[in-house]
């Protein structure tokens, strides 16, 4: 069984940074899409970062150069290193994964299979 459980959320001011984890079990990260997506209240659900199997690795415009999604293949993890957050960063949080491929649709655009609870990220001006 595919499960994913994220952590690292929590509160922290304008400027200031998070990392948050996502562990795996049932797979193995390197063998699937995945990613990170954000729902944040009265927004629609958006990706936030993404990894193809390929390792071809894709951001949001809204947070290029201030996020950096990485993978630790040892502890079957993927992480999201937040830097710079902004008020407009507040939302869950939540890791994703597909399968083999995203087959050629941005990871960001994926309606992947399997999902996290999700952590809670809020950032104060």
């Known amino acids: 069984e595919v499960q994913l459980a994220e952590s690292g959320g929590g509160s922290v001011q304008a400027g200031g940074s998070l990392k948050l984890s996502c562990v795996g079990s049932?797979?193995?990260?390197?063998?699937?899409?995945v990613g990170w997506f954000r729902k944040a209240v009265d927004k629609e659900r958006e990706g936030v970062a993404g990894?193809?199997?390929?390792?071809?690795?894709t951001y949001a415009d809204s947070v290029r150069g201030r996020f950096r999604i990485s993978q630790d293949k040892d502890k079957n993890s993927l992480y999201l290193e937040m830097n710079n957050l902004k008020p407009e960063d507040t939302a869950m949080y939540y890791c994703?994964?597909?399968?083999?491929?995203?087959?050629?649709?941005?990871?960001?655009?994926?309606?992947?299979?399997?999902w996290g609870k999700g952590t809670l990220v809020t950032v104060t001006s």
């Open positions: 990894i193809e199997r390929d390792g071809t690795i």
């Open positions: 049932g797979f193995t990260y390197s063998s699937y899409c």
């Open positions: 994703a994964a597909e399968p083999l491929s995203c087959s050629g649709v941005s990871p960001l655009d994926y309606n992947m299979d399997y």
